[in-house]
């Protein structure tokens, strides 16, 4: 079973920053925390992940309180492309660890 | 930047008939996986793959399933005798590359009709 807790949905203006938060408050030392987004049937997409420390690349930021029992997936100016359900995953840092997706929280951009 | 392919995108299947599933996985991944999505459902895990040989499968994954590295590039997924639950998207993902860490990469899956 997943062990993140997400809302199931949320709105988001466009060109508003999308704020996702992401619950995990039995993570172990040695588990990251890993976003995911699923564009309608299309594949899942990595986005972003992060151990302890924040995170920013192209797509997002990733935000990680300091207990690490909570995360926020931070898109600085979402467009209507970014309408998609988000995956927030915790996973080992063994290489062959798979990912258990949960149901996510489905993102949607408001014109 | 490299991708995860699979093919083919679609295949329409009669029930009972059996149905490989392609995937190119991106060239330096040593670790391989397929996952299924019911429409309307969670993404679900089949089974990881590494050094040949199978490492983890889930309960659905039983033996109407089969996994194959034929070749240096290719993985294939085998469904024996298919059924009509069998309908679904079916993703291959690969990780674990020297110097990509171990995130797992998806490709735009297969989607399979069975009738």
């Known amino acids: 079973d997943a062990k993140t807790t997400q809302p199931p949905s949320m709105d988001c203006a466009e060109g508003r920053a999308a704020n996702l938060p992401c619950n995990h408050s039995?993570?172990?030392?040695?588990?990251?925390v890993y976003w995911y987004r699923q564009i309608h049937s299309q594949g899942p997409q990595y986005i972003i992940h992060?151990?302890?420390n924040n995170e920013t690349n192209e797509m997002a930021s990733l935000i990680i309180t300091e207990d690490r029992k909570s995360s926020t997936l931070i898109l600085p100016h979402a467009t209507l492309r970014d309408t998609a359900v988000y995956y927030c995953i915790v996973r080992a840092e063994y290489r062959d660890d798979k990912i258990i997706f949960g149901k996510g929280t489905r993102l949607h951009i408001l014109p | 930047e490299p991708e995860v392919t699979q093919t083919p995108s679609h295949q329409v299947t009669q029930m009972g008939q059996e149905v490989i599933l392609r995937c190119v996985p991106i060239s330096n991944h040593l670790y391989f996986y397929w996952y299924r999505q019911i429409l309307g459902q969670k993404v679900e895990f089949l089974v990881s793959?590494?050094?040949?040989?199978?490492?983890?499968k889930s309960e659905i994954f039983d033996d109407q399933f089969s996994v194959e590295r034929p070749d240096g590039s290719n993985f294939t997924l085998k469904i024996r005798s298919t059924k009509l639950e069998d309908s679904a998207m079916y993703f291959c993902?690969?990780?674990?590359?020297?110097?990509?860490?171990?995130?797992?990469?998806f490709g735009e899956g297969s989607w399979l009709t069975v009738v």
């Open positions: 793959f590494y050094n040949n040989e199978i490492s983890e």
């Open positions: 993902a690969s990780s674990g590359g020297l110097g990509s860490g171990n995130t797992i990469y």
């Open positions: 039995t993570i172990s030392g040695n588990e990251y």
């Open positions: 992060g151990l302890k």
